[in-house]
Nanobody, 127 residues
Framework: HVQLVESGGGSVQAGGSLRLSCAASELRFCMGWFRQAPGKEREGVAVIVTNSGYTMYKESVRVRGGFTIAQGASKNSVLLQMNGLKPEDTAMFYC??????????????????????WGQGTQVTVS
């Protein structure tokens, strides 16, 4: 059973930055970040293909700017650098992982498939 552990959440003022980290117990094909704001459905933020480093962002996140997904020190870890945070970015952020690969990485980002492995989440609050 794959385990995911997130860290790095917290409370910041608008305009501030946070870096989220996620470590997986095993290396699998695709890792990503998702968020769920109060009263809203969970949505994808960004995903990364672990063997190539190829990244994909939800269009709204890409347009917004300020969010960067990257591999951590090892291929089974992923970071989310968030700059210029806004109150509307307040959400629980989750790391997730998919072992299958292929088109599922992008499909998971857009909510078309559900990744099977999830972390417990880390809260980001922007005031």
């Amino acid at each position: 059973h794959v385990q995911l552990v997130e860290s790095g959440g917290g409370s910041v003022q608008a305009g501030g930055s946070l870096r989220l980290s996620c470590a997986a117990s095993e290396l699998r094909f695709c890792m990503g970040w998702f968020r769920q704001a109060p009263g809203k459905e969970r949505e994808g933020v960004a995903v990364i293909v672990t063997n190539s480093g190829y990244t994909m962002y939800k269009e709204s996140v890409r347009v917004r700017g300020g969010f960067t997904i990257a591999q951590g020190a090892s291929k089974n870890s992923v970071l989310l650098q968030m700059n210029g945070l806004k109150p509307e970015d307040t959400a629980m952020f989750y790391c997730a992982l998919d072992p299958v690969g292929g088109s599922r990485c992008m499909a998971g980002l857009h909510g078309e498939v559900e990744f099977p492995y999830w972390g417990q989440g880390t809260q980001v609050t922007v005031s």
